[in-house]
């Protein structure tokens, strides 16, 4: 193939390239913009702080937006230490061989598998089995278990990242396994572990499914205070909202969905400071 | 009866996400053998 020629294709996939994201952004975009032209004059400090109503105008996403604050934390406090030690140990101290191989092939089914399943397992195992009913407890589990494969993937890519000669060379210092995980490979995976964590719990937040068939409630005029509470989430009103014939109420479910992008975007904000000042750390 | 048939539905799912992702990960393994 001649110069001219290779010079044209690749000319031809950038364009394609190009065109392919800018579509992507144009219909990110509009779907933005439609959902804040939609639900910009109902974002006010009331309807934050307001509890659902049947009027239209005097509801708000108090008890969702409380209760998704709750979802988050306890999930990622479930979800962390499990799904950072279980990698750990496949990837540190588990043997290579037929079970570890069939343990990592069921892993990356569980990520792959619908929201619902999860629902269904939280449903029989923590809200019937467990008897923790319909609280935000049950509801946290459930997530942490719809994440739990996503962080155990992810932490594992991280710590093959970290180079062998980070092991050895601490091992050779006389350092013990436990030592040299924990104090060398960790804080080296770490900005990776972050990263992981951030995409599971950005996936967790959006999650109607798993919380609908456990029993969250629909309507809430309460805010959670404990573990134990019963709860509603952001996504569950939004779905609410949404089904409810009168335009006032759409209207209400795109200023939630404004609330829960601004919540989502911040968490990542935070997470991404984070990581970033675990990576500075390590390189100064 | 009811509230069980919720679980032979989930059921079915999560055996037909199962042997998506078993074909998956056999087509990948192949494809890896035949590059490498």
């Known amino acids: 193939m001649s110069a001219w020629k290779a010079s044209r294709g690749d000319r031809l996939l950038q364009g394609a390239g190009l065109g392919v994201l800018v579509i992507a952004l144009a219909m990110l975009t509009l779907l933005l913009v439609d959902v804040v032209r939609d639900g910009a004059h109902r974002l006010t400090w009331t309807f934050l702080v307001s509890y659902p109503s049947r009027h239209p105008a005097l509801a708000g996403v108090w008890p969702a937006l409380t209760g998704t604050l709750w979802l988050l934390v306890l999930t990622a406090a479930l979800a962390l230490p499990l799904g950072v030690g279980a990698a750990l140990y496949l990837e540190e101290y588990a043997r290579q061989g037929r079970w570890s191989h069939v343990i990592e092939v069921n892993i990356a089914n569980l990520a792959g598998v619908p929201s619902i399943i999860y629902g269904l397992l939280g449903l029989g195992l923590f809200v019937r089995a467990l008897q923790m009913d319909r609280s935000l407890l049950a509801g946290a589990s459930t997530l942490a278990l719809l994440v739990l494969p996503m962080i155990i993937l992810t932490t594992r890519e991280a710590l093959r990242a970290v180079p062998s000669s980070v092991r050895e060379a601490s091992l050779a210092l006389g350092a013990t396994r436990w030592q040299t995980i924990w104090h060398q490979v960790l804080p080296q995976a770490m900005p990776g572990i972050l990263t992981g964590l951030i995409l599971s719990l950005s996936r967790a937040i959006g999650e109607t499914a798993p919380l609908v068939t456990i029993g969250a409630l629909t309507y809430v005029p309460f805010a959670p205070d404990s573990v134990w509470s019963p709860f509603t989430a952001l996504p569950i009103q939004i779905f609410n909202w949404v089904s409810r014939p009168q335009q006032d109420f759409q209207a209400n479910a795109a200023a939630a969905i404004v609330v829960l992008m601004v919540v989502l975007v911040t968490m990542n904000g935070l997470a991404i400071w984070l990581r970033d000042r675990a990576r500075r750390r390590r390189t100064t | ?36």
């Open chain 2, 1 to 36: 009866v009811g509230y069980r048939t919720i679980f032979a539905v989930g059921m079915l799912l999560f055996l037909g996400t199962f042997a998506l992702n078993v074909v998956s990960h056999w087509l990948r393994e192949r494809y890896r053998r035949m590059a490498g």
